[in-house]
Nanobody, 125 residues
Framework: QVQLVESGGGFVQPGGSLRLSCAVS????????IGWFRQAPGKEREGVSC????????YYADSVKGRFTISVDDAANTVLLQMDSLKPEDTAVYFC??????????????????WGQGTQVTVSS
């Protein structure tokens, strides 16, 4: 049984940093696509950053480029999202997702097979 468990959310002031972690059990990450998504109230779930395959092809949403960094530890079956220079518009529930393929586009949520329970990130002064 595949399970994804997120941790690391919380409350931070604008300009601050948080690091999200997602531990995956029941599946390897090496040959699949793993990613982070977020959903704010009243909005659709959007892809934030995804990493795929042995070559670790990556995708970042334009809104987070230069501020967020995704990293995958295949040995630990864990994916991290380092979030720096956080803005109030980054406030959302963040989800970790696993797609059992390398299907493009990398970060389309409709193709993902498994999800974590989500962790709240709130950026406010």
């Amino acid at each position: 049984q595949v399970q994804l468990v997120e941790s690391g959310g919380g409350f931070v002031q604008p300009g601050g940093s948080l690091r999200l972690s997602c531990a995956v059990s029941g599946s390897t990450l090496t040959y699949y696509t793993i990613g982070w998504f977020r959903q704010a109230p009243g909005k659709e779930r959007e892809g934030v950053s995804c990493s795929a395959g042995v070559g670790k092809a990556t995708y970042y949403a334009d809104s987070v480029k230069g501020r967020f960094t995704i990293s995958v530890d295949d040995a630990a079956n864990t994916v991290l999202l380092q979030m720096d220079s956080l803005k109030p518009e980054d406030t959302a529930v963040y989800f970790c997702g696993l797609k059992l393929s390398l299907r493009e586009p990398l970060c389309n949520s409709h193709w993902f097979d498994y999800w974590g329970q989500g962790t709240q990130v709130t950026v406010s002064s």
